[in-house]
């Protein structure tokens, strides 16, 4: 159903913008001072254009885009944001100071891009927070720069939000080994007490979310998406979901690369919401698992994998055409 559809429908408020309209919280605290050294900053809001007039009755809605030396894959990207069924987006591109190809591309898309900022940051975390300190819109979303959105995604994210009062809607992922689909994956916010069951480039944020809870930690480097979802998850915020694909990953992204890191943070992230749990146990259970799939699919011997994913594991993946 189309958004235009609900266009006489009342929007419910979620818990987080009721909190922010019944407490005295300020709204500058989950702010956060960028980095100013060697800035190179471009689009249309810091030429001072106005942004182009759309249908008010829609929310704004922002997407974050990070990225550093990543020309490679940038574009596809910057297109399927740009290409988006819904209208009434502002884009942000918060790069770390690349030195390859990917500002050239960048600047390419210049006026259609709402701000873009070049500079040395302190890792995946604190580009995220530029980009949320610096968003206009009621929703924000956050696409790295190896992955892309389906078409409907931000316009589903919307109807979710808007319509049924979450703060953070989210949808299923296809990820693809190198230019072939390899796993469509599910979703499910009820697991996050058990481990990293959302993914984050399918995952859309109301603003008085982070108003409320704050911003990413910057000492967490591979799963700052799971602690902060975890955090939202206790803190009582609003989850729902999206019944179909609406994000694309690509395999060799930062998290997959160092998979083990990743995978002791979110132990870490367990631990400081449900202290004496058995996280340690946890975390060399997902360390054996995970090198286990991985020699499995080295040697060709992927039977057992899928068979886990589609009909074991708690988080789902089924190969492309099923």
Request: charged share 25%; proline share 4%; with cysteine.
């Given at each position: 159903m189309s958004?235009?559809?609900?266009?006489?429908?009342?929007?419910?408020?979620?818990?987080?913008?009721?909190?922010?309209s019944?407490?005295?919280?300020?709204?500058?605290?989950y702010?956060?001072?960028?980095?100013?050294?060697?800035?190179?900053?471009g689009?249309?809001?810091?030429r001072?254009?106005?942004?182009?007039?759309?249908?008010?009755?829609?929310?704004?809605?922002?997407?974050?885009?990070v990225?550093?030396?990543?020309?490679?894959h940038?574009?596809?990207?910057?297109?399927?944001?740009?290409g988006?069924?819904y209208r009434?987006i502002?884009?942000?591109?918060?790069?770390?100071?690349s030195?390859?190809g990917?500002?050239?591309?960048?600047e390419?898309?210049?006026?259609r891009?709402?701000?873009?900022?070049?500079?040395a940051?302190?890792?995946?975390?604190?580009?995220?927070?530029?980009?949320?300190?610096?968003?206009?819109g009621e929703?924000?979303?956050?696409?790295?720069?190896?992955?892309?959105?389906?078409?409907?995604a931000v316009?589903?994210?919307?109807?979710?939000i808007?319509?049924?009062?979450?703060?953070?809607?989210?949808?299923?992922?296809?990820?693809?080994?190198?230019?072939?689909?390899?796993?469509?994956?599910?979703?499910?916010?009820?697991?996050?007490?058990?481990e990293?069951?959302?993914?984050?480039?399918?995952v859309?944020?109301?603003?008085?979310?982070?108003e409320w809870?704050?911003?990413?930690?910057?000492?967490?480097?591979?799963?700052?998406?799971y602690?902060?979802?975890?955090r939202?998850?206790?803190?009582?915020?609003?989850?729902?979901?999206i019944?179909?694909?609406?994000a694309?990953m690509?395999?060799?992204?930062?998290?997959?690369?160092?998979?083990?890191?990743?995978?002791?943070?979110?132990?870490?992230?367990?631990?400081?919401?449900?202290?004496g749990v058995?996280?340690?146990m946890?975390?060399y259970?997902?360390?054996?698992?995970?090198?286990?799939?991985?020699?499995?699919?080295?040697?060709?011997?992927?039977a057992?994998v899928?068979?886990?994913?589609?009909?074991?594991?708690?988080?789902?993946?089924?190969?492309?055409?099923?």
């Open positions: 958004c235009s559809a609900h266009s006489g429908m009342r929007k419910i408020e979620s818990p987080a913008a009721v909190f922010l019944t407490h005295s919280v300020s709204r500058d605290r702010k956060h001072t960028p980095t100013i050294t060697g800035r190179r900053e689009g249309t809001r810091s001072g254009v106005p942004p182009p007039v759309i249908d008010q009755a829609k929310p704004l809605v922002t997407i974050v885009t990225v550093y030396n990543n020309a490679v940038l574009e596809q990207t910057i297109e399927s944001v740009l988006q069924s009434n502002e884009y942000l591109i918060i790069d770390g100071g030195t390859d990917t500002i050239g591309i960048i390419r898309y210049d006026d891009i709402a701000y873009w900022v070049s500079e940051d302190r890792g995946i975390s604190d580009a995220f927070n530029k980009g949320i300190a610096a968003a206009h929703i924000i979303g956050i696409l790295n720069s190896d992955d892309w959105y389906e078409e409907d316009a589903q994210a919307v109807e979710k808007r319509y049924e009062g979450a703060d953070i809607a989210y949808g299923m992922v296809q990820w693809w080994d190198g230019d072939s689909p390899a796993e469509k994956v599910s979703a499910d916010h009820d697991l996050l007490d058990r990293m069951s959302l993914n984050h480039p399918a859309f944020v109301a603003r008085a979310a982070y809870i704050g911003l990413y930690r910057t000492d967490f480097l591979f799963a700052m998406d602690e902060w979802l975890l939202a998850k206790k803190a009582g915020l609003t989850f729902t979901s019944p179909r694909c609406v694309n690509r395999l060799e992204g930062i998290s997959n690369n160092y998979w083990w890191r990743a995978l002791k943070e979110e132990a870490l992230a367990k631990s400081l919401f449900s202290p058995g996280h340690t946890f975390y259970c997902k360390i054996v698992k995970s090198f286990t799939r991985r020699l499995f699919e080295r040697t060709g011997i992927t057992p899928r068979l886990f994913h589609a009909h074991i594991s708690s988080v789902k993946k089924t190969r492309a055409g099923r």
